[in-house]
């Protein structure tokens, strides 16, 4: 069965450091994997995308990486800031091609503390 | 755009009740989802479509029923309401299902079954 594995469950930093969230993964065949932010009581919106073919990515203050072989994702925050309190989730495409081809993670509930 | 609206924001249901939960979306987008997510799990698929008159079921349909009759509108139908139903809904879209399908939500509808 495919699996999203997020860790830490919640985490609390102060504005200003950084911080990474892990995510594994046992989804086969694979085909890419999106970070959501998700703000409390509002919907997720996409982060970033990654594919097997990428290493790292960077939208802003957040970087992606990924390492296929492993199966593991990580997010990293840069400098946090008060607006970066929220849950963020690691979701996981199989390569079926199917609309039901998703894997959520639980989630990591971050807060930034002033 | 408005992007994907849900409504109501907010419901109290009585067990027995039933009550259809509406989403529209602007995007033109042709597959369309309904999630459930529950505290401390990941977003569970209800139902799914790919296109104005079809539908299909995801991971927890009992209890629910779906219409997809227009390309912007996928109401989600809850008959016999049980508390076991009491979640937060989010309706999503996305452009295709393909390997980099980003997927865009509703803000969610929060249902209490007392």
């Known amino acids: 069965k495919n699996q999203v594995e997020q860790s830490p469950q919640s985490l609390i930093i102060l504005e200003g450091k950084n911080c990474t969230l892990q995510?594994?993964?046992?989804?086969?065949?694979?085909?890419?994997l999106r970070w959501y932010k998700q703000d409390t009581g509002r919907g997720p919106v996409s982060l970033t995308i990654?594919?097997?073919?990428?290493n790292t990515k960077s939208n802003g203050r957040y970087t992606a990486t990924l390492d296929a072989d492993t199966k593991q994702s990580s997010l990293h925050i840069t400098a946090s800031q008060l607006s970066d309190s929220a849950s963020y989730i690691c979701?996981?495409?199989?390569?079926?091609?199917?609309?039901?081809?998703?894997?959520f993670g639980k989630g990591t509930h971050l807060i930034i503390q002033p | 755009n408005a992007g994907v609206t849900q409504t109501p924001k907010f419901r109290i249901l009585k067990i027995g009740q039933s009550m259809t939960l509406q989403c529209t979306q602007d995007?033109?987008?042709?597959?369309m989802y309904w999630y459930r997510q529950d505290p401390g799990m990941g977003l569970k698929l209800i139902y799914y479509?790919?296109?104005?008159?079809?539908?299909d079921k995801g991971e927890v349909p009992n209890g629910y029923n779906v219409s997809r009759s227009t390309t912007e509108d996928f109401p989600l139908r809850l008959e016999l309401a049980a508390p076991s139903q009491t979640s937060v809904y989010f309706c999503?879209?996305?452009?295709?299902?393909?390997?980099?399908?980003?997927?865009?939500f509703g803000e969610g509808s929060r249902l209490t079954v007392l």
């Open positions: 990654m594919t097997f073919s990428e």
């Open positions: 479509s790919v296109g104005a008159g079809i539908t």
């Open positions: 979701v996981v495409r199989d390569s079926g091609g199917g609309a039901d081809g998703l894997t």
């Open positions: 995007m033109n987008h042709n597959y």
């Open positions: 999503a879209s996305s452009r295709t299902s393909g390997n980099t399908g980003e997927l865009f």
């Open positions: 995510c594994n993964y046992t989804v086969s065949p694979f085909s890419n």
